[in-house]
Every structure is written in structure tokens, then in C-alpha cells.
């Protein structure tokens, strides 16, 4: 055990109970007030364990984004986490049990967050020099919105860093790191037809919500498996009443796709679509949210580098492919080499058993000291 090991296992307990009292700060994304109240608890811990005052970057209408640098280098390794939630106070409470913590945000991702921070505590206790700068970006508008105030920064940051690090949940039981995430696009379609009386009239209205249901079918038959491509209608609304011929509809869509051509395909064809019924009027907008985190040579290199360290540490990581988006993506869409599922080990991300396993909190907080001191 070396020690920085031994360091964070004397300190297991005060990290878990950083990520116990952070994850009691709840931050869910549409609540401004709250996001940044939690960024406040983020701040004060940087200041308390870092001797850092942190840069706010205000917003106006999601929450605040925070950015601090420790160390030196002429290049630099950029680390980033988000610290809203999907959840909305009060959905889920605070459970621990064994070795298992349950709550809202708890591995989605609160405790990559503190990982983060006792990781660089952990340097800055033994006077460990990095062989690079090292940016971390904290951002409070990533949940449901993908993170549209808070991109330009990450992408920003990333261009001007030599690796990657996102501290998002690891994936399973086995906390294995994502080294490629799908692409997503995502749009909202608006019906416009014409209202009649269902009884008195039927035949002089223009249901907007049939030629919805068209466009549906339509919408969901570009999914291609073989491709790796899905197209999923997650949200339609539409009409006044039961007894009204529907002159409005607006379905939202979700689409996944594992490269950039995928996506411009996917893009051209869902832009072109055309009405059923010619009286019906669609209105079509949206486009990429979050490019496809590619997998590169140099993101295996950085993977092996990551593999050996756990190794020296006591436990084997491996490698997966995944459908879910992270701010991973934009920066390797930077050609930056990007390791993602640093955070915590557990499992229910967005699902009400959300949970980390408090055994694997030391180990995977130490392959992450280790990943910043050595790249």
C-alpha cells in the first residue's frame, strides 16, 4: 500500500462523510438556488482542503459553474464532474446501509466530486508535485439540459488539455470506465392542424395529433440496431379536449448514434420529414446535444496506463462501450484522450435505488491521485 493509499484509507470515514453531507445538499437542475448551493459547499471545501479560491463562472439561469487550477505545467490534464441532479427535493432520502449509501445523486454523480477533491488533498498533503497543470471544471446545468451554458468552457478547456479525466459514475458492480459513449441528438416536433367540434364537424378539422401518430411510426422505424442507432419518441402531448377535432401535437425525440456520420444522416432525414396531410403544418428543431465520444489509440494507451495503476492498487479495471452521455464527449470530441467513470462504484443512476458501495470509495479515489500525478 503506498501513501497516498494509506493516507486516504486513514481518511475513509471523513470521505464518506463529505459525500453523505454533500449528497444532502440536494441540487436538482431546474432549482438555480439550489444548484449553486451546493457549488457554495464545493467552494468552501476547495478553499479548506486546497488553500484555492476558486473562479465562479455566474449564470443567470441554471446553476453557477466552478473552475480552479492546482499545480503546474506547460500542458494540462483537465478533470471534470457535475454536481446537479436529476432528482427533485425530497424524491429520495438518504439511506445508509452496510456498505451501501443510497440518495439522490450519490453515484450521478456527488461522489466523483469529493473523490476529486480528496484526491488533489491527498497530493497537496505530501507535497507531490504534477508533472502537468490541472483544470477541474465543475458544472450545475448538466442533468435532462446536457449542459448548454456550461459547454463552451468544457470544450474550451479541453482543447488546451493533453487528457481527459470525468470523475461520472463507473459502470456496474465492477466499476469499469467508459472509454466510448454514443452520440446524442434530441428534437422537438410541433403539429399544427385545425380544431373542429368532433360531433357537430369532424370533417372540417385537421387532426394534429394523427398526423403525429404518423410521424411516429416514421420516427421510431430509423432505429438501426445493426448501426447501433436508436430513435425514441419519449414525450407527445397534444389537444384541447375529447370532444374536439386536436389542432396541436408536439412529440419529443431521443437519438443515440455511435459516429459523427450516423448522426448527420439521422439529422438530414429526421429535418426532411413531410406531412401526411398536407393541412397539417410540422415544425421540426433540434439537432446534436452531445457529440459521440470516440474511442481512439491514444484513449487505449491512457486505458492501460489506468489499468496498470489499479493493479498496482489491488483490483482489475476494465473497459465498456455505453449508450449514456456524459461531458466526456465533448471534450474527446476535442481529440483530447478522455478516460469517463472515474466516480463512484454502485449502481441506479436516474433510477430510485441510485446507490454507491462504500467499499471501493478509497481504491478508486487512489487510481484517480494516481492518474493525475503520473500522466
Known sequence: MNVIQTYLTEHEQEIIDDIKTFVKIESPTADKQAVDEAGAWLCNKIQSYLDIKPQIIEQEETGNHIRFEFGEGEEQILISGHFDTVWQKGDLPLVEEDETIYGPGVID????DVQILWALRALKEHDTTTNKKIVVLFNGDHEGIASPTSRPYIESEARNSKFGLVAEAATGETGALKTFRKGINRYTIQFKGKGSHSGNDHQSGQSAIQEA????IDLEN?????????VNVG???GGSGINVRPEHAQIKVDVRITTPQNGKEINERIHALKPYNNQVEIEIQGGEVRPVMMKTEQTEVLFQQAKSYAQSIGFELEQVAVGGGSDGSFI???????LDGLGGVGGGPHARNEHINKKFVVPRTTLLTELIKNL
Open 235 to 237: 414525450e407527445i402531448q
Open 213 to 216: 401518430a404518423h410521424q411516429v
Open 332 to 338: 474527446a470530441a476535442q481529440g483530447t484522450p478522455t
Open 222 to 230: 430509423m432505429t438501426d440496431y445493426e448501426q447501433g442507432t436508436t
Open 109 to 112: 454523480m456527488k461522489t466523483g
